[in-house]
């Protein structure tokens, strides 16, 4: 049985750390390959936020896409993958998906899972937001996206910002049904159960 195919794309927007923690994790799974499109901004944003080389970011992916180049593999449906996860997603991003505006990877890839009716999980970053962003939204939904924006719980704890952003890079595993230990789970105060 072949590996899972998933796409990660990282665009513009503050919260890198959410794409490149993906990577990490992802990185870990022997039967998982990673498609990655990464923006040109979204690569300064790493270097910013983190201090980190986005080459090296970038090496964590199986395979690396370049942004502009509308005919790689994931652009087309006929390239079987899971799905795609962006994270974070910009309000451009999130535009250009919305509307079909197909004019880089990040978003053709996008456009091709909803297509496809493949899995489409959007870590959206931006607040507060206006009607306009909230329409956008809501259309990306409508279309089949899951709006997963990195709003952290506390009911785990968390005493690192790693402990809330380990929080969002696991409920995005959920999704894709891949288990993970990443944060500790909600139980039932009664029985200890999980709910």
Known sequence: MGKRKIIIGISGASGTIYGVRLLETLKNYENIETHLVISDIAKEIIQHE??????????????????KNLGAAISSGSFLTEGMIIAPCSIKSLSGIANSYNDNLLVRAA???????????????????????????????????????PMPSFY???KTIDDIVNQ??????????IVHNLFKRWKSEEAGDET
Do not use: W
């Open 50 to 67: 983190s201090g980190r080389d986005p080459d090296a970011v970038i090496s964590l992916a199986d395979i690396v896409h370049p942004i």
């Open 168 to 177: 969002t890079v696991g409920k995005v595993l959920d999704n894709f049904g």
């Open 156 to 158: 785990h704890n968390p």
């Open 111 to 149: 456009d091709v899972c909803l297509k496809e009716r493949r899995k489409l999980i959007i870590v959206l970053r931006e607040t507060p937001l206006h009607l306009g962003h909230l329409e956008l939204m809501t259309r990306v939904t409508q279309y089949g996206a899951t709006l997963l924006p």
